[in-house]
């Protein structure tokens, strides 16, 4: 797999419930980052972990990162049509770059 | 709030042309990078600046694209001669003294 595989690709719910998202990556990170994007346009950057951290709450966003699994999930709580969007997850491996990966599409139905 | 501007939305060039991309990054930031994204693909890397120079490059920067600081606060990527695969949207970020990155909203390039 490449380093900031998400999983599921595409994920529909009803507005309301609760969206999880996962991340997985390969190499050893300082942080990872997750992004949302809407259609077309461009990325908001949503939360910062650490790779000393585990869990990080912002809002209705939870994350969560195992780093001996190399792995990370976003939740979304109490969905909304607004949360439409892609969502990327993003390691910072050394602080010149970010490596992305192929994002989940979610799509919240009324 | 602070954020990071680009410059044009769209943009559409002949093939074998050049064309300029710009980007104002937030005021106080010193890391900047641009980063791109071919339609329905992931976003990816291209170069990273610090301190006036190329930090790091991706494989994909070759040597027909540059980038430029001109001044104090405008940031560029110059393609020189254009190809049809460098259709795509270009992301340019900056960075201050955390890790966060902060995303312009892109501008899109059409070569035709």
């Known amino acids: 797999s490449q380093q900031g595989e998400e999983d599921p690709q595409a994920l529909s719910i009803q507005e309301g419930e609760n969206a999880t998202m996962n991340c997985s990556y390969k190499t050893s990170i300082n942080n990872l980052q997750w992004y949302r994007q809407n259609s077309g346009r461009g990325l908001v950057h949503l939360i910062l972990?650490?790779?000393?951290?585990r869990e990080k709450h912002s809002g209705r966003l939870r994350v969560t990162l195992d780093t001996s699994k190399k792995s990370s999930s976003l939740l979304i709580t109490a969905s909304r049509a607004a949360d439409t969007a892609s969502y990327f997850c993003?390691?910072?491996?050394?602080?010149?770059?970010?490596?992305f990966g192929q994002g989940t599409r979610l799509t919240i139905n009324p | 709030e602070p954020e990071v501007t680009q410059t044009p939305s769209h943009q559409v060039t002949q093939m074998g042309q050049e064309v300029i991309l710009r980007c104002v990054p937030i005021s106080n930031h010193l890391y900047f990078y641009w980063y791109r994204q071919i339609l329905g693909q992931k976003v990816e890397f291209l170069v990273s600046f610090y301190n006036n120079e190329i930090s790091e490059k991706s494989e994909i920067f070759d040597d027909q694209f540059s980038v430029e600081r001109p001044d104090g606060s405008n940031f560029t990527l110059k393609i020189r001669s254009t190809k049809l695969e460098d259709s795509a949207m270009y992301f340019c970020?900056?960075?201050?003294?955390?890790?966060?990155?902060?995303f312009g909203p892109g501008t899109r390039l059409t070569v035709l």
């Open positions: 993003a390691t910072d491996v050394v602080a010149q770059k970010l490596v």
């Open positions: 972990i650490r790779s000393n951290e």
């Open positions: 970020a900056s960075r201050g003294t955390v890790n966060e990155q902060f």
